[in-house]
């Protein structure tokens, strides 16, 4: 299975490059059509002709149709392109696009944190490969 690269940012929601210790991650995730319309593609609303990133929401464009941001990523699927870091192993994996709460530990500081994480498994070896959310 060959997975499609996107040629642009506009047709993705989510886009990240990671390296994870000795492996690498590149996940992406295309946006849908609207579920009314189906003549556009959902995304965060546009106002003054900036998009509003901190929205709860995505609209289409054709009909103003609007849905719930967690209702609306639940239905999405991730597409992942990977070299494990646990036995080098490439490839490619389509998983659904959903966040879970996962515990890390904090190596400086010995502190557990609580993260959100998109959490696959290597075809190979199937170990836990985690992508977490960007922290501040």
């Known amino acids: 299975m060959s997975l499609r690269m996107p040629e642009s940012m506009e047709e993705c929601i989510y886009f990240t490059k990671r390296t994870i210790d000795d492996g ?3 996940a992406w995730v295309f946006k849908e059509n609207c579920s009314k319309c189906g003549k556009a593609l959902m995304g965060k609303p546009i106002e003054k002709g900036k998009v509003k990133i901190r ?10 149709y609007t849905v719930g941001k967690e209702e609306y990523e639940e239905t999405l699927t991730a597409n992942i392109s990977y070299t494990c870091p646990h036995c080098s192993f490439e490839g490619e994996i389509q998983v659904p696009f959903k966040r879970k709460k996962i515990q890390l530990v904090n190596e400086e500081t010995g502190k557990k944190k ?3 994480a998109l959490r696959f498994q290597c075809e ?10 960007k922290m501040k």
Request: proline share 4%; aromatic share 4%.
């Open 24 to 26: 690498r991650v590149t």
């Open 124 to 133: 190979k070896c199937g170990e836990d490969i985690d992508i977490t959310k």
């Open 55 to 64: 929205a709860k929401e995505y609209v289409c464009p054709e009909c103003g």
């Open 114 to 116: 609580v993260v959100d």
